[in-house]
């Protein structure tokens, strides 16, 4: 599975031909469908899953709190997530 999903632990040479190895559904909010020629899993580091993770608890709690108190790469972040979000719910919508 690993070499058919091109993960990026291998060496170059066991991934075989650069090719799509995962697309999204919908698009982005700049129109455009997401893909990778590399497995994901391996790309996402700790903190980057980090993130994720608190934006995903912000989400479900209810509200980010205090913005200003937040370094502004996690605002970055969160808004980031936020706008791809929102897109992706209009897209599945029909909106």
Not at 22 to 41: I, K, L
Not at 48 to 77: C, F, K, M, N, Q
Not at 79 to 94: F, H, S
């Amino acid at each position: 599975m690993e070499k058919r999903r091109r993960c990026g632990w291998l060496d170059k040479s066991e991934r075989g031909e650069e090719r799509v190895v995962w697309a999204s559904r919908e698009t982005g909010a700049g129109g455009e469908r997401v893909s990778t020629t590399q497995c994901p899993v391996s790309a996402i580091t700790g903190d980057s899953r980090a993130a994720l993770e608190a934006w995903l608890a912000t989400l479900r709690l209810g509200g980010a709190g205090e913005l200003e108190r937040l370094p502004a790469r996690r605002v970055d972040e969160w808004l980031t997530l936020t706008v791809e979000r929102e897109a992706a719910e209009k897209q599945r919508n029909g909106d």
